[in-house]
DNA sequence: CGGCCGATTATCT
DNA sequence: GATAATCGGCCGG
């Protein structure tokens, strides 16, 4: 296990967001290990980018993004999610890199508990408000830094993606951005089945 | 499987 | 006061 340290993060988001896929995200909880395949992910950058939430400048909320890489940006939405982001790019440039879904691995009998509505459909992981649902992720985590152990939730290096698995699109829900921004591919996904789970 | 719709509240104008 | 980087339920195919 190699935990994924502040250089990796210190890159463009749209580096990152390549990057972080076939990664390990890691959640220790109760005295257990969660973790999982990281297998979508989406790039948001700069002030400039109509889509990040930086573009309103910066705010309580998006003061993480403008902090130095490697830290979490876990935020609030639709009035009941939370979504998972790991910051990159240097100290003073607002960016970070979703965490859309990932590919359990090991302490699936946890995440189900943590999953209201474990009997229902079939994926617990597949979506960026299920996943933190599965991990026990919340408000409590924002800013913390995932360069380390120290707060139950880090990322560690993994499985190489191949260019060829790896496709590119449209970043999802962005439904009142404006061109180009709403369009344009900084949505990395990795093919099923290029993970060996 | 795909599309539509309601839920529910922190954050920002 | 409006909006939102979503989800699950329900419908039709």
Same mark, same amino acid.
């Given at each position: 296990m190699s935990i994924l340290q502040r250089t990796f993060y210190n890159r463009p988001a749209l580096e990152v967001a390549r990057d972080l896929l076939g990664c390990r995200l890691v959640r220790f909880q109760n005295g257990q290990r969660l973790s999982g395949w990281i297998v979508e992910t989406e790039a948001y950058q700069g002030?400039?980018?109509? +889509? $990040?939430?930086?573009s309103a400048g910066k705010t309580h909320r998006t003061a993480v993004m403008y902090g !130095? !890489? +490697?830290?979490a940006y876990v935020y609030f939405t639709y009035g009941m999610h939370w979504l998972l982001n790991a910051v990159t790019s240097r100290e003073g440039t607002p960016a970070a890199v979703l965490i859309r879904a990932i590919q359990p691995e090991a302490g699936l009998e946890a995440m189900a508990e943590n999953r !209201?509505?474990?009997?229902?459909?079939? +994926?617990?992981?597949? +979506?960026p408000a299920k996943l933190t649902q599965a991990f026990d #992720? &919340?408000?409590?985590? &924002?800013? #913390?830094?995932? $360069?380390?152990q120290g707060s139950g939730l880090w990322i560690e290096s993994g499985q190489a993606v191949h260019d060829g698995q790896v496709s590119q699109t449209a970043r999802i829900g962005l439904n009142s951005v404006p061109e180009p921004w709403r369009s344009i591919p900084w949505r990395f996904v990795a093919e099923r089945g290029s993970i060996h789970g």
């Open positions: 002030e400039e980018d109509l +889509g $990040c939430h930086a !130095p !890489p +490697g830290h !209201p509505y474990q009997a229902r459909k079939s +994926g617990w992981t597949d +979506g #992720i &919340n408000g409590d985590l &924002n800013s #913390i830094d995932l $360069c380390s």
